[in-house]
């Protein structure tokens, strides 16, 4: 979100940064609100307020597939089909979506198969979320090291592959365990 505030700053546009505590203001039509506050009941509360006097016409979520790889860790991303709460348009925006996951996209936001896709040329083929069922630390290990030497056998010499934990101590663990040793432990 602090970039978003950066970026429109710098273009002069104006907008509003939600608080729980301010309603929203009705002469600026841009609101900043993170993901983890959609769903609270004064967001909800205040947002219906705003939509008596000045009719919301839109959410647009960046970084829309964060909810399908963080639904398992963090509770705010869960079923967000939710932050729609009156007819509005929801638009998606993520650089990152492979096409094989658009599916399971719509279905997280409870849109219809047939919502328009726009898509750009990412000019990143060599994205792929690789989804699993929830395990117990030491199974998700064995499955990681898995996947990376799978991967690995059709790398070139310049690849390199990331993987994301839910937490730094998930990292590691996968360091340090034995058949981990292609995995560097590097926080961001």
């Keep these: 979100m602090t970039d978003w505030g950066r970026k429109l700053k710098a273009m002069g546009v104006v907008f509003q940064v939600y608080s729980s505590t301010d309603r929203l203001r009705t002469d600026i039509n841009l609101i900043l609100v993170s993901a983890d506050k959609v769903k609270f009941k004064t967001w909800r509360k205040h947002l219906a307020e705003l939509n008596q006097v000045l009719r919301v016409s839109r959410i647009v979520f960046d970084e829309a597939h964060l909810p399908l790889l963080c639904e398992n860790f963090r509770e705010a991303m869960r079923n967000m089909n939710e932050i729609r709460q009156f007819e509005m348009q929801l638009v998606l925006l993520s650089g990152t979506v492979p096409r094989f996951s658009v599916a399971a996209l719509k279905a997280a936001f409870g849109l219809s198969d047939n919502a328009v896709e726009i898509r750009e040329s990412c000019n990143r083929p060599e994205l792929e979320y690789i989804m ?52 560097t432990d590097r926080t961001i």
């Design 132 to 183: 699993k069922t929830p395990a117990s630390s030491d199974v998700q290990v064995n499955m990681v090291i898995q996947i990376v030497e799978s991967e690995r056998r059709r790398w070139i010499s310049e690849d390199r592959g990331l993987v994301f934990v839910t937490y730094m101590e998930d990292g590691e663990i996968l360091a340090k365990s034995p058949g981990g040793h292609s995995i």
